[in-house]
């Protein structure tokens, strides 16, 4: 089945490493997505991860893929006020030609960055 | 170099009425998502459109919904006779390809429409 499961919120202090997690059910995923969401905002594409690898890293951010658990981590260093925003987690699936299209969404992660 | 444009920003509609939502992809791209985002939900996929083609409809409710992506101008999600569930913020995305060539979908800042 395609389920993509998040915790809904993470508060963290101005200054330490921020971990949203992300789990998922459907093993023929071939890429999993983090997007950043602010207020009365669009999506904004964070940083992706093919299947086949398990760690990425991008400045602050670290991705982290576990296959066999079917579980993706963000970790955001050094997290900042500015970080404060929803984080969803998406993955696109393998399949027929119709669905590859799409991603499957997670309901987000709520960030709060106390000063 | 413009994004995912979409307008209007906001849409506010009486029960019956027609809803327009239109959205022009990033410059070069030629495939088109729209996904529908409801209060403190993810986003849920809708339709997938090339250009004169709807190539996956599967998200989308079988009555009052249609999505076009003319061979000019802008995609359009259209809602006939809407209804007070109909309200949500809907997003539009567009990518270059597919997933068989991993371009990542871009999306723009969303529709947020209201029903009174």
């Known amino acids: 089945g395609e389920d993509v499961e998040q915790s809904l919120f993470l508060s963290v202090r101005e200054g330490d490493s921020s971990v949203i997690n992300c789990t998922y059910t459907d093993s023929s995923s071939t890429y999993l997505y983090w997007y950043k969401q602010e207020p009365g905002a669009g999506l904004q594409l964070l940083t992706y991860i093919f299947s086949n690898m398990d760690m990425k890293q991008d400045q602050r951010l670290t991705v982290l893929l576990n296959k066999k658990d079917k579980h993706l981590s963000l970790r955001i260093a050094d997290t900042q006020t500015g970080d404060s925003a929803i984080y969803f987690c998406a993955e696109r699936l393998k399949g027929s030609r119709g669905s590859q299209g799409n991603l499957i969404f997670g309901k987000g992660t709520k960030l709060s960055v106390k000063p | 170099n413009a994004g995912v444009m979409q307008n209007p920003r906001h849409l506010v509609r009486r029960r019956g009425q027609e809803a327009r939502l239109r959205c022009s992809p990033m410059?070069?791209?030629?495939?088109v998502y729209w996904y529908r985002q409801l209060p403190e939900e993810g986003l849920k996929f809708m339709v997938y459109l090339q250009k004169e083609n709807i190539i996956d409809e599967s998200g989308m409710p079988k009555e009052r919904f249609s999505a076009e992506f003319p061979k000019e101008g802008p995609s359009i999600l259209r809602i006939q006779q809407v209804v007070r569930g109909d309200s949500a913020a809907y997003f539009c995305?567009?990518?270059?390809?597919?997933?068989?060539?991993?371009?990542?979908?871009?999306f723009g800042d969303g529709t947020r429409l209201s029903i009174l």
């Open positions: 995305a567009s990518s270059l390809g597919t997933a068989t060539s991993n371009q990542p979908q871009h």
């Open positions: 410059k070069g791209h030629s495939h």
